[in-house]
């Protein structure tokens, strides 16, 4: 009964909502799939208070800082949560989900990598994100976004797309083969500061991994209206730096966040394999006993 009317209400939308089976999906594609039965659209922004003043229609809000993660112990949502959650949303297991949020999608692909941690493959994320959304005038809403609870089941947190500080030191030290990416900007990279002004989570040191690249997470994507760079120009800028898929890829960047975006992008957009280290530059460089690079000489203060 509930694939019929799943069916006979898909029926009654336009002929251009058909249904997205790639990792990003286009403004055009989602203003025709808004009332998509089988489609729901999640914001996760990094700054607070950006769903409430207005949102993409149907929407529904996941809080980044409260909603994906253990607010305990720092590590991901766990996974009963991540159901009571999802149930909540009206998302079922088959439900295609579309990501959005501001910074360029920052938090979104965060969602997206906790989404694949727990096995919901049929994710996407909306290209330009909310800024290209709102550069486009489409419409926005600021009426709270209720749908139907449904049962949602994870499997198994999937240790696969996650990297730990064992399996970084195992690379530093040699004992394991893979390209280390550091997607902060160069400043962090260098040592010159610890983290960009204004956060909050720093470390004791400045400096990056040793043997790591600097790939800043930005040069993916198109400044005017925040879409990512062809697949060929991402291959490009990789292979710039030594990076082709050709070994095993671990990303990181502060706290996991902006690393999220480069590592959807080099794992769903140009298919390598690739592991994203959420402990990153505050688990990384408050660690004793291990090997830093700092080129700009500012160790210990990043100032």
């Known amino acids: 009964m509930k694939a019929f009317l799943t069916f006979a209400l898909a029926a009654l939308l336009p002929a251009s909502a058909v249904f997205a089976d790639g990792p990003l999906v286009t403004t055009d594609w989602l203003s025709a799939n808004l009332n998509n ?3 729901r659209v999640v914001e996760v922004s990094v700054n607070p208070g950006v769903f409430e003043q207005g949102h993409i229609p149907g929407a529904v809000n996941f809080r980044w800082h409260t909603d994906l993660v253990d607010t305990v112990r720092r590590d991901l949502v766990s996974k009963t949560r991540f159901e009571e959650l999802l149930s909540e949303a009206g998302i079922d297991n088959d439900t295609r989900v ?4 501001d910074n360029n999608n920052w938090f979104a692909a965060w969602g997206a990598w906790v989404f694949d941690q727990f096995g ?3 994710v996407s994320i909306l290209d330009g994100g909310r800024k290209k959304w709102e550069l486009e005038r489409r419409p926005l809403s600021t009426v709270p976004s209720a749908h139907r609870r449904t049962s949602y089941s994870a499997a198994q947190a999937r240790p696969e797309l996650r990297a730990r500080l064992v399996d970084v030191l195992a690379v530093v030290e040699g004992e394991r083969e893979a390209d280390l990416i550091d997607i902060r900007s160069a400043d962090e990279f260098s040592g010159r500061v610890i983290a960009p002004a204004g956060v909050q989570e ?5 400096g990056h991994i040793p043997g790591a ?3 800043p997470w930005h040069k993916a994507v198109n400044e005017a209206d925040g879409t990512f760079r062809s697949a060929d120009e991402l291959r490009e800028i990789y ?3 030594g990076v082709d898929g050709s070994r095993p890829i671990i990303t990181y960047c ?3 966040e902006r690393s999220s975006h480069t590592w959807f992008l080099l794992k769903h957009i140009l298919g ?3 592991r994203n280290y959420d402990g990153s530059w505050t688990e990384y460089g408050n660690a004793v006993g291990v090997p830093i690079n700092n080129p700009a000489g500012r160790i210990w203060t990043g100032t």
Do not use: C, D, S, W
């Open 239 to 241: 292979a710039a730096v």
């Open 37 to 39: 039965p089988q489609v």
């Open 254 to 256: 502060r706290i996991g």
């Open 202 to 206: 720093l470390a004791v040191r400045a």
């Open 213 to 215: 690249v600097n790939v």
């Open 120 to 122: 919901h493959e049929q």
């Open 272 to 274: 390598y394999e690739v």
């Open 98 to 101: 579309v990501l959005y949020g």
